[in-house]
């Protein structure tokens, strides 16, 4: 019963890795391929939860043909990462479908989410494998 336990550990962590992988691979094939320009920051969305009042930044950008996009960021945070106004660096695909703030944590957020839940899932589901049938 424990052998089970163990290989849903490591099964997990292998998925989650495999995902990780994927994550960055997309990322990667956007700053290849993508399109950069400055986005500024238009407002802000408050977000409300039981830990209190976050602020989710909203982006506006234009592309190569003058035309406007918005989008808003995926993380909401306290205090604002950003001033009303303030211009960042952002990376959009030609369908406007993927768009990133150009920043450690705007390009690779998920890669190393998901890495820090799989390292410990795949140590332990692997190293007991490794240790039995040793």
Do not use: C
Not at 21 to 41: D, H, P
Not at 48 to 73: H, I, L, R, W
Not at 99 to 125: D, E, H, N, Q
Request: overall charge neutral; charged content about 20%.
């Amino acid at each position: 019963m424990i052998d089970y336990l163990y290989a849903a550990l490591a099964i997990i962590g292998f998925v989650l890795l495999f995902f990780a992988i994927r994550s960055y691979q997309n990322t990667k094939e956007l700053l290849n391929f993508g399109r950069k320009t400055k986005a500024v920051v238009i407002k802000y969305i408050e977000v409300y939860d039981d830990d209190g009042t976050t602020y989710k930044p909203v982006f506006e950008y234009y592309d190569n043909n003058k035309q406007a996009f918005v989008f808003e960021s995926e993380v909401s945070s306290s205090p604002k990462p950003y001033e009303i106004g303030q211009r960042v660096e952002v990376i959009y695909d030609k369908h406007h479908e993927n768009v990133k703030v150009i920043s450690f944590w705007g390009l690779y957020r998920w890669s190393v989410i998901l890495l820090m839940i799989a390292s410990p899932l795949l140590v332990l589901g692997t190293a007991y494998f490794l240790y039995k049938y040793n």
